[in-house]
């Protein structure tokens, strides 16, 4: 059973030639939807073989949901252009056990990266993400920012993605704060409220939750910055809420 790689972008030719060639170890074709990339994301992926369409950044579900279309198969590996099969997620898909599985769908377990520093800590390893799908009956949710594949039988199996997601801490905090007002978007859309302590309850269980009860307190000084990292924007993310319920 056929695969179709299929992969949203924007401004990434540093990393848009490994991630097409690595998609083709295991994909019949690759798709990709550009949102008009200013570099040579749509040039670098056409000479390696993917197929590039253009469209408007719709959000993170949306931008997904629409490549759909242009894909030929029923399954659809769908990664982000920093994300990377490790070599027993391409044994999975290539083992073909899927063909026969009750699943519509696998999550794998991703490890993320700043810069060479792995951050398998408070709370940021094990993250699962549902990057395998049959969109038959599982697609992409709307969500502007971090979408999850809805399904009706997902699995999560224990191969690997490696995201090398930023490469500095100037970039994760321009990353999350561009994620919060999406996130905020989201939130107003399903009229979510928050009040003026929400964003102090849910900055504070954030911190707690990732140094104590995932064990960042283990890991120095990183635990602490990372689990701090995810308190901090934990609580903007409710702040921006607040700010924009009072402005409406």
């Not at 690595?22 to 994301?41: G, P, Q």
């Not at 989201?186 to 003026?196: F, I, T, V």
Request: proline share 2%; net charge positive; charged share 25%.
């Amino acid at each position: 059973m056929a695969i179709s790689g299929l992969v949203i972008t924007y401004n990434e030719e540093k990393n848009i030639e490994r991630c097409v060639k690595t998609l083709f170890k295991v994909c019949e074709e690759v798709i990709i939807i550009d949102s008009n990339s200013s570099d040579k994301t749509a040039e670098i992926a056409e000479k390696h073989g993917a197929k590039v369409y253009y469209q408007k950044f719709l959000g993170d579900g949306l931008q997904r949901r629409h490549g759909l279309q242009f894909c030929k198969n029923d399954w659809i590996l769908n990664p982000d252009t920093d994300e990377f099969l490790d070599e027993d997620a391409l044994k999975f898909i290539n083992s073909k056990s899927y063909e026969t599985d009750i699943y519509d769908g696998y999550e794998f377990r991703r490890t993320n990266y700043l810069a060479d520093k792995k951050i398998d800590f408070a709370g940021w390893y094990p993250d699962y993400a549902c990057r395998f799908f049959n969109k038959q009956t599982a697609s992409p949710s709307e969500a502007m920012i971090h979408q999850k594949v809805i399904g009706n039988n997902i699995k999560r199996v224990n191969v690997h993605l490696t995201h090398y997601a930023w490469s500095s801490f100037y970039q994760i905090i321009a990353k999350k704060n561009q994620y919060t007002d999406w996130q905020v978007e989201d939130l107003m859309k399903a009229n979510k409220r928050a009040s003026a302590l929400t964003p102090i309850t849910h900055g504070f269980s954030s911190f707690f939750t990732c140094y104590f009860l995932k064990k960042g307190i283990f890991n120095g000084l990183d635990g602490f910055t990372f689990s701090l990292i995810q308190s901090f924007f934990s609580y903007i993310k409710y702040a921006k809420l607040r700010k924009a319920q009072k402005n409406k």
